[in-house]
Nanobody, 115 residues
Framework: QVQLVESGGGLVQAGDSLRLSCAASGRTSVVVAMGWFRQAPGKEREFVAAISWSGGNGYYADSVKGRFTISRDNAKNTVYLQMNSLKPEDTAVYYC????????WGQGTQVTVSS
């Protein structure tokens, strides 16, 4: 069983930065990718960013390109999401995921950006 623990969420003002972390533990097969989705109140969960575990290639939603950066530490099985120039519309619960032969999700961490 794989467990994902997110941290780093909080309440910030527009223009501020936050860094989210997601640490994976437990038994995994070959990790293909890790990444982040988010869900704002009353909206569907949406893709934010992902990173391929072998090559380290990052993929981003258009809404966060140029502001968010995803990175990973293979040795620690941890993925990070550096979020800069935050906007009120970034307010959501951010969920980490890990994909190997299955897909696992974290419990989520709240990010609130005030205007």
């Amino acid at each position: 069983q794989v467990q994902l623990v997110e941290s780093g969420g909080g309440l910030v003002q527009a223009g501020d930065s936050l860094r989210l972390s997601c640490a994976a533990s437990g038994r995994t097969s070959v990790v293909v990718a890790m990444g982040w989705f988010r869900q704002a109140p009353g909206k569907e969960r949406e893709f934010v960013a992902a990173i391929s575990w072998s090559g380290g290639n990052g993929y981003y939603a258009d809404s966060v390109k140029g502001r968010f950066t995803i990175s990973r530490d293979n040795a620690k099985n941890t993925v990070y999401l550096q979020m800069n120039s935050l906007k009120p519309e970034d307010t959501a619960v951010y969920y980490c995921y890990l994909r190997d032969m299955n897909t696992y999700w974290g419990q989520g961490t709240q990010v609130t950006v005030s205007s």
